[in-house]
Structures are given as C-alpha cells and as structure tokens.
C-alpha cells in the first residue's frame, strides 16, 4: 500500500473526503478537501390515473347511444391516459423510461469544458486537471505530472502505474473503469493496460465527451460502487496541458 505515497499526492487532490476508503489511503491524500452537494438531482415522473367511470342509470345502461369509455361526441373519455388530441392507441414514450425514477449520482458529469468538469453535484474544476471518479466520490487527477506528456513515441497513451495508484488502495474495487483519453481515442500502451488488468479491472477507451456520457449511463444502472471513470480535460493538447 506504500508503494506510491509521494506520487499518489502529486496526481491527486480530494475534492470531498470518502467515507468508505480504508483509513491507510486517506492518510496518504492529505489535501484540503471540498464537500460535494448533498443534494442530488431526481426526476419524478407523476403518473396519470384514468377517472372512474361515472354510475350509470339503468335506462342509460340500455341506451344504444351510450358506449362506455366514450363521450356520445365520439371523443376519447377524459380519463384516457393520453392527451386528448393524441391519436387513438398512441404510446406514452415517457412511461417506457426505465430510469425515470432513478436518482443521478452526484458525481455525474454534467459539464466537460475544455480545462476540466461540472459534476451533478455543482462542483467543479477549471484549472485544468482531470478528474477521477470512483466509489462515489471525485478526485482532481493530474495522471501527466509535470511533464505534460501522455503519450509515447508510438502514438500509445500511456502513464505511470502510480496515476492509479488510488484504485490499488481501496476494496472492492470497480468492476469497470472508463478511461476519456481527451478530444481524441489513442490505443493504451501494453504496460498501461497491463496494470489496469493486474487491478481485476476491465477498462474501455473513449474519448471524454463519450466516456462521460458512459459514464452517467452505467453508474445509473449499476451503481457508482462498480463503475469508475478517469478523465481528461477535452482542450487536452499532449506537450502544452489542457488550454
């Protein structure tokens, strides 16, 4: 767990202090830490009840022109579940969002600029650092150092294992970590991806835009506990840093 203490501090700054992480890496990221918002963000959809049908006399009951669930105009009956003008057997598309009642995590990504991220909880960073977000909690990352290079002389990205040296810290770990590589896709370098793979972790490459957006989708689904995200700031340029 000792392996990488100066350089896990280099790369990372906590932006809120995770309450779940073994006591040993949170004494290795003693950096000011900013709370994430408390509140998260819901959409209710309110259902939509048909009215009773109104009580019948028994003469209405025997007229011809009476025809249940029918106005004697013709029209639908008011307690349709859809809107009046709507076509006869139309689909209520927002009844068929499987997620509709699912709260977003707060460490969704609203926001890519091009010198960092807004996450759902309304923090955000515009100092150019990228951003880890794992088991629910976010990180600045800085995986370049100083250097400003992620990518080797084959066109390969590629960084240092300490980069993610958060992810050998904590338990269980992600099942799944989405990787934005910036404003473009580049294959990972054989000893990149072999680390990831050593940590019991699948990993899929996109660009930030998309992995973003991945991101969202899964940890709505499945839970921030098995979906981790690394990013990197879209105005990324390789040798100048994010502009």
């Known amino acids: 767990m000792n392996t990488f ?12 202090r995770p309450q779940s992480f073994h006591q040993t890496s949170s004494s290795l990221l003693k950096s000011s830490t900013i709370p994430l918002s ?27 022109n009476h025809t249940e ?6 029209g639908e ?17 927002n009844s068929l969002n499987i997620f509709g009642d699912t709260p977003v995590p707060s460490t969704s990504v609203d926001i ?17 650092s990228g951003m880890l977000l794992v088991g629910g909690e976010a990180f600045a990352w800085r995986p370049w150092d100083d250097k400003t290079h992620l990518v080797n002389a084959k066109g390969q990205w590629e960084v240092d294992s300490s980069a993610f040296g958060l992810l050998s810290l904590i338990w269980p770990r992600p099942d799944l970590l989405i990787l934005g590589l910036g404003p473009e896709i580049r294959p990972l370098s054989p000893e990149t991806k072999r ?5 019991g972790m699948r990993v899929e490459i996109l660009d ?3 992995a973003a957006s991945q991101f969202n989708l899964l940890a709505t689904e499945r839970g921030v506990d098995d979906v981790a995200a690394a990013l990197v700031p879209i105005g990324w340029k390789d040798g100048v840093g994010a502009l």
Do not use: E, M, V, W
């Open 5 to 16: 203490p100066r350089a896990i501090r280099a790369r990372l700054h906590l932006l809120r």
């Open 38 to 64: 408390s509140t998260q963000a819901t959409s209710t959809q309110r259902a939509s009840f048909s009215a009773l049908p109104p009580t019948l006399s028994p003469d209405q009951r025997r007229s011809p």
């Open 69 to 74: 669930g029918r106005s004697l105009a013709g």
């Open 77 to 93: 009956d008011n307690g349709s579940a859809n809107p009046p003008n709507a076509p006869r057997g139309a689909t209520d598309f």
């Open 112 to 128: 890519c600029y091009s010198n960092g991220f807004k996450l759902n909880s309304g923090l955000q960073t515009l100092n150019g």
């Open 195 to 199: 680390y990831i793979t050593s940590l």
């Open 208 to 210: 930030t835009r998309n």
